[in-house]
C-alpha cells in the first residue's frame, strides 16, 4: 500500500484543533465586515431617526435601532473598524517600547538590566486601567490618548516577555560568531536577535489582542475613549444602558456580545498561535 503525503498546508490544517479553526474563521469574517462596513451597512452608522427609536428586529432594522433611532446593525459594522484597529495601534506602540526595553535589558545587562526592571516592576505595581485613568485625567479624554496610555501600560508585560526570550538568544553559538566577525551590539540585535524572537513576541501579542480590545472597550465604557458620535462598541454599550430599564436588551446586547464574542476568539487562536509559533 502507497503512503499518502500530506502536503504542509493540509498537515498544518489535520493538527488545528476545531475550536481553534472556527475561531479563526469568525475572526476572518469580522475583519471582513468592518472592512466591507460602508457596502454592507444598510443605514449611515450616525443617521438619526426618532420616529424608529428602540425598534426591535425586523426587515428595516435586522437587529433593532437604539434610543436615538440608530440602525444597529450599521453602527456594529462601522465600529467593527475602530474597535480592531485601535488594539493593534495600541499593541504596537507597546511592542516598539517593550521590545526595545527587553531586548536592551538582557542584551547589556548589569545596571541597565536592574534599572529596567525595576522600572517595570513599579509600573507593574499600578493597574493597567487605572494608570492609564491618570494619564487621561492629565492629557484629556479621547481614543488617541487611551491608545498611547494602554500602550504604555502594556509595555512592562512584553518587555519582561521579550527579556527571558533575548537572555536565551544572546547565549546562542551565532551571537558569539558575530561578535568575533566585529560586528557591533547593536546590528546584532537589530539584524539577527531581534528578527529570531519576532515569531514567539507575535505569538505572544495576538493573546495580548482580546485583553486590549476589552481595555480599550472599558475606557469608551466609563467615558475615558471613544467620545460620540463614534459607534465604538464599548461606547455602544454606554449608551445602551439606559435602554435596558426600558426593556430593550439589544442598544447593548449587540455590542456587547460584538465584544465577547472577538474577545474570546482572539484568545482561543492567540493561545494556539502562541504555542505553535514559540516552538518554531
Keep these: 500500500m502507497t503512503a499518502l503525503t500530506l502536503t504542509p498546508v493540509v498537515a498544518a490544517r489535520a493538527r488545528r484543533p ?5 475561531a479563526a474563521a469568525f475572526l476572518a469574517l469580522v475583519v471582513l465586515a468592518a472592512a466591507l462596513a460602508p457596502l454592507l451597512a444598510p443605514y449611515a452608522p450616525d443617521a438619526v431617526d426618532l420616529s424608529a427609536s428602540l425598534v426591535g428586529t425586523g426587515g428595516e432594522h435586522l437587529l433593532g435601532t437604539d434610543s436615538s433611532g440608530q440602525d444597529l446593525l450599521s453602527r456594529a459594522l462601522y465600529g467593527a473598524r475602530s474597535s480592531l484597529i485601535a488594539p493593534l495601534l495600541l499593541l504596537a506602540v507597546a511592542a516598539v517600547l517593550g521590545v526595545t526595553l527587553g531586548v536592551l535589558a538582557a542584551w547589556r545587562g548589569g545596571w541597565v538590566d536592574t534599572l529596567v526592571s525595576r522600572l517595570t516592576d513599579v509600573m507593574y505595581a499600578f493597574p493597567g486601567l487605572l494608570f492609564t485613568v491618570l494619564i487621561i485625567a492629565v492629557f484629556g479624554a479621547g481614543m488617541t490618548t487611551s491608545v498611547l496610555a494602554l500602550g504604555l501600560a502594556f509595555t512592562p508585560t512584553i518587555a519582561k516577555y521579550t527579556r527571558s526570550l533575548a537572555l536565551a ?9 558575530y561578535r568575533v566577525l566585529g ?3 547593536t546590528r546584532i540585535c537589530a539584524a539577527h536577535l531581534v528578527p529570531n524572537l519576532g515569531r514567539a513576541v507575535l505569538g505572544y501579542l495576538v493573546v495580548l489582542f482580546g485583553e486590549a480590545l476589552m481595555s480599550l472597550a472599558t475606557l469608551s465604557y466609563l467615558g475615558f475613549g471613544a467620545q460620540p458620535p463614534s459607534s465604538d462598541w464599548g461606547l455602544m454599550v454606554q449608551e445602551g444602558q439606559a435602554a435596558v430599564v426600558q426593556g430593550a436588551l439589544l442598544p447593548a446586547l449587540v455590542p456587547g456580545t460584538a465584544i465577547a464574542l472577538v474577545v474570546v476568539s482572539f484568545n482561543v487562536v492567540g493561545v494556539w498561535a502562541a504555542d505553535r509559533l514559540g516552538r518554531q
Design 183 to 185: 560586528m557591533g551590539g
Design 18 to 22: 476545531l475550536g481553534v479553526t472556527i
Design 169 to 177: 538568544e544572546a547565549r546562542k553559538p551565532y551571537v558569539d560568531a
